[in-house]
C-alpha cells in the first residue's frame, strides 16, 4: 500500500465551479502537510501548507482529517488556469527528510 | 526571495559522457534535497544534505554523485549513465529536516537526455 494516496483524476471542472478533492496517508506519525501543484513539464510549486485547523488562501482551503488520516483541497471559483496536477506531500516524524509525494490529481479547467 | 536556481535547464549526453548538475539557493536553507522525475510520475528522493553533510541517499546507483561545497551549492555529477536515466532533475530547499512548517522549494529542473 503507498503511503499517500491521492485519485489520479481527471477532475474536468467548468470554469467558475468548485472541485475538491482529497489525499489519504497511511502512516499515523504523519506531521506536515502540504499541497503542491505542478504544471507540465516544469516544477513543483507551493501551494499551501495544511495546519490542523485548517487554512485558506484566496480561492483555496485546505483541511486536515487526523482521525481519518486525509487531507483535502477545494478550490472555489475555479479558472482556468488550475488547470495543472496537484501533488499531496506529507513528512512524518519517524523520517525527517523524506516527504512523501502522491502521484497527483489532475484537475482540468473548461471554457 | 524563495528562489533555487539550477542549471543547465537542458542536457544532452552519451553514456560515456561526465557532466554537471548544479543547484544554489540564497535563502539560508540548510537542507537541499535531488530529486528524480519521470513523466507523469511524482518526483523520487534521490539524495537530502543537512548541514552540508550527506544524510538520505535513496540507494542511488554509483553513476550519480552528490556534492555539497558549501550552504548554498549543491552540485550532481553524472558519469556513465544509462538512457533510462533521462528525466527531469530537480533541487529543492527547506529550512532544515525537523519540524513543522519547513515547505520545500523547488527549481525549475534540468531535463537530461541521455543518448
Known amino acids: 500500500r503507498k503511503e499517500v494516496e491521492q485519485d489520479p483524476g481527471p477532475f474536468n471542472v467548468p470554469e467558475g465551479a468548485t472541485v475538491a478533492f482529497n489525499c489519504t496517508y497511511s502512516?499515523?506519525?504523519?506531521?506536515?502537510f502540504f499541497w503542491y501543484r505542478q504544471d507540465c513539464r516544469k516544477e513543483p510549486k507551493l501551494l499551501m501548507s495544511v495546519y490542523s485547523s485548517g487554512n485558506e488562501d484566496g480561492r483555496f482551503t485546505a483541511q486536515l482529517n487526523r482521525a481519518s488520516q486525509y487531507i483535502s483541497l477545494l478550490i472555489r471559483d475555479s479558472k482556468l488556469s488550475d488547470s495543472a496536477t496537484y501533488l499531496c506531500?506529507?513528512?512524518?516524524?519517524?523520517?525527517?527528510?523524506?516527504?512523501?509525494f502522491g502521484a497527483g490529481t489532475q484537475v482540468v479547467v473548461t471554457p | 526571495d524563495t528562489e533555487v536556481t539550477q542549471t543547465p535547464k537542458h542536457l544532452v549526453m552519451g553514456m560515456t559522457n561526465k557532466k554537471s548538475l548544479k543547484c544554489e539557493q540564497h535563502?539560508?536553507?540548510?537542507?537541499m534535497y535531488w530529486y528524480k522525475q519521470k513523466a507523469k510520475k511524482p518526483p523520487e528522493l534521490m539524495f537530502v544534505?543537512?548541514?552540508?553533510?550527506?544524510?538520505i541517499n535513496e540507494s542511488v546507483p554509483s553513476r550519480f554523485s552528490p556534492e555539497c561545497p558549501n550552504s548554498s551549492l549543491l552540485n550532481l555529477h553524472l558519469h556513465a549513465l544509462q538512457p533510462e536515466d533521462s528525466a527531469l532533475y530537480l533541487c529543492?530547499?527547506?529550512?532544515?529536516?525537523?519540524?513543522?512548517?519547513?515547505?520545500?522549494?523547488f527549481g525549475p529542473g534540468t531535463r537530461l537526455t541521455v543518448l
Open positions: 529543492a530547499s527547506s529550512q532544515d529536516l525537523s519540524g513543522r512548517g519547513h515547505e520545500q522549494f
Open positions: 535563502m539560508g536553507h540548510r537542507a
Open positions: 502512516n499515523s506519525a504523519s506531521q506536515s
Open positions: 506531500v506529507v513528512m512524518t516524524t519517524d523520517s525527517w527528510g523524506k516527504f512523501q
Open positions: 544534505y543537512s548541514y552540508e553533510k550527506l544524510s
